[in-house]
T-cell receptor, first 115, second 114 residues
Framework: AQSVAQPEDQVNVAEGNPLTVKCTYSVSGNPYLFWYVQYPNRGLQFLLKYITGDNLVKGSYGFEAEFNKSQTSFHLKKPSALVSDSALYFCAVSAPSGSARQLTFGSGTQLTVLP | EAGVTQFPSHSVIEKGQTVTLRCDPISGHDNLYWYRRVMGKEIKFLLHFVKESKQDESGMPNNRFLAERTGGTYSTLKVQPAELEDSGVYFC????????????FGEGSRLTVL
């Protein structure tokens, strides 16, 4: 069975500082990896994905994520945080075929950017 | 273009009652998914429709949950009878492709069972 771990329930960072939201995964075969963000009273929004190719993936709002196969990680990063980045972030994984094609999400990390 | 819409946004019912949640996907999206987040935990897959057919319902917790998608358009998720552990936020999502993973989510329906 596939799984996702987001080890931090809460991440606080000062505005202008770099931010990292951690994610590790477990899946059979090559993973498809995703980050979604949920702003207050809104649905989840797609941020970025890794399917294949360059390990560094760039997404919306200046976010990027690095796929590390040996560490089975897909951490979300941003060089300079904004107060408006404060939201709930979810990492997700799926397998390209078979019964594990559906997205499996982590428990979420609440990011708070302090002014 | 309208996004995925869900109704109601919040429902409070007593144990043993019935609740029906509705989801209207983005027009033209054949794939429709239901997910649930319980008590701040991970978002869990419930089921997946392709048009009006259930492609995968492996995540449905038990037979108290019934999902339908009439004519391949909107979908309903009925919980009957509701139990306390059914409380949570039920998300609907839709997509054109299946394996792109880029799903469009609604704002969710929060269900509170007392």
């Amino acid at each position: 069975a596939q799984s996702v771990a987001q080890p931090e329930d809460q991440v606080n960072v000062a505005e202008g500082n770099p931010l990292t939201v951690k994610c590790t995964y477990s899946v059979s075969g090559n993973p498809y990896l995703f980050w979604y963000v949920q702003y207050p009273n809104r649905g989840l929004q797609f941020l970025l994905k890794y399917i294949t190719g360059d390990n560094l993936v760039k997404g919306s709002y200046g976010f990027e994520a690095e796929f590390n196969k040996s560490q089975t990680s897909f951490h979300l990063k941003k060089p300079s945080a904004l107060v408006s980045d404060s939201a709930l972030y979810f990492c997700a994984v799926s397998a390209p075929s078979g019964s594990a094609r559906q997205l499996t999400f982590g428990s979420g990390t609440q990011l708070t950017v302090l002014p | 273009e309208a996004g995925v819409t869900q109704f109601p946004s919040h429902s409070v019912i007593e144990k043993g009652q019935t609740v029906t949640l509705r989801c209207d996907p983005i027009s033209g999206h054949d794939n429709l998914y239901w997910y649930r987040r319980v008590m701040g935990k991970e978002i869990k897959f419930l089921l997946h429709f392709v048009k009006e057919s259930k492609q995968d319902e492996s995540g449905m917790p038990n037979n108290r949950f019934l999902a339908e998608r009439t004519g391949g358009t909107y979908s309903t998720l009925k919980v009957q009878p509701a139990e306390l552990e059914d409380s949570g936020v039920y998300f609907c999502a839709s997509s054109q492709g299946v394996n792109t993973g880029e799903l469009f989510f609604g704002e969710g329906s929060r269900l509170t069972v007392l």
